[in-house]
Nanobody, 123 residues
């Protein structure tokens, strides 16, 4: 069992930056692949980024590639999402998710989810 708690969301102007954090409970954090998803009002939840257990492999949605960076600190049981050059279309609730072993871009493949943190990009 893993419990996930996101933080770091807020209101930011276009072109600005935010860093989201997701703290995980438990002592086996390193066995979980971690990902970030987002969901805007009236839209389906979409994949943003994922990282393998050791951070050796990362993947990104085309819409955020070059602007967002996912990372993890297994010693702190935390995964991060650094978001730069934010755009209004990045506005959404951001969720972190965990699944054992391998990453996937499919939301249905993740067993554990946080409660989400709101990111609003607006002038």
């Amino acid at each position: 069992q893993v419990q996930l708690v996101e933080s770091g969301g807020g209101l930011v102007q276009p072109g600005g930056s935010l860093r989201l954090s997701c703290a995980a409970s438990g002592r086996t954090f390193s066995i979980y692949a971690m990902a970030w998803f987002r969901q805007a009002p009236g839209k389906e939840r979409e994949f943003v980024a994922a990282t393998s257990r050791s951070s050796g492999s990362t993947s990104y949605a085309d819409s955020v590639k070059g602007r967002f960076t996912i990372s993890r600190d297994n010693a702190k049981n935390t995964v991060y999402l650094q978001m730069n050059s934010l755009k209004p279309e990045d506005t959404a609730v951001y969720f972190c998710a965990a699944r054992p072993l391998l990453t996937t871009a499919q939301a249905g493949g993740y067993e554990y989810w946080g409660q989400g943190t709101q990111v609003t990009v607006s002038s």
